[in-house]
């Protein structure tokens, strides 16, 4: 039986569903915007698939579309946010989802910015190494390396404050 390359794009992806959501849920700390930013990735994916030379490397290859939607998405909202602010229509704060497993470690993590925020999850979520992260991110082993290393100091003083709140 020959199957054609849409129908095993569509098997690799399915395949990848899970543990994509929990990585964009880990990046996006929202249900909903993990899921929607898994389904921009399934399309970009579908539509792109013919720039993945090896098809033995889509996961990581997928891996890298799904981490790229969320650091979009977490910058559009964050301009989404700035723009509220300055025209004194700022939302309330009030979470409707489900709440986070820690609030505290959510709030750390929503402080980083999106590139900070890929590296931890990444470090910390999926185990990577740094070698595995720069190669997923497409950056240096250096740059994850600081990164990871001011991201985590940034993470420790909000969960420093943090505790001085409670």
């Known amino acids: 039986m020959v199957v054609d390359r849409r ?10 569903l899970d543990r994509a959501y929990r990585l964009a849920r880990a990046i996006m700390l929202d249900d909903r915007e993990a899921e929607d930013a898994v389904q921009d990735a399934c399309l970009i994916a579908w539509q792109k698939n013919n720039s993945l030379r090896d098809a033995d490397l889509f996961s990581p290859w997928f891996e890298r579309v799904v981490i ?18 300055a025209l004194k229509a700022a939302a309330t704060g009030d979470r409707t989802a489900p709440g986070p497993v820690d609030d505290n470690l959510d709030e750390a993590l929503a402080a980083l910015d999106a590139d900070h925020r890929a590296v931890v999850v990444l470090r910390y979520w999926r185990d990577l190494t740094a070698e595995e992260i720069a190669d997923r991110l497409g950056l240096p082993v ?12 940034k993470m420790r003083a909000t969960l420093e404050a943090t505790d001085g709140r409670a």
């Open 7 to 16: 129908e095993m794009l569509a098997r690799r992806i399915e395949r990848e």
């Open 68 to 85: 790229n939607v969320c650091r979009d998405r977490l910058r559009r909202r964050q301009r989404q946010r700035v723009r509220a602010l």
């Open 142 to 153: 250096g740059t994850v390396k600081s990164r990871l290393h001011y991201s985590l100091k």
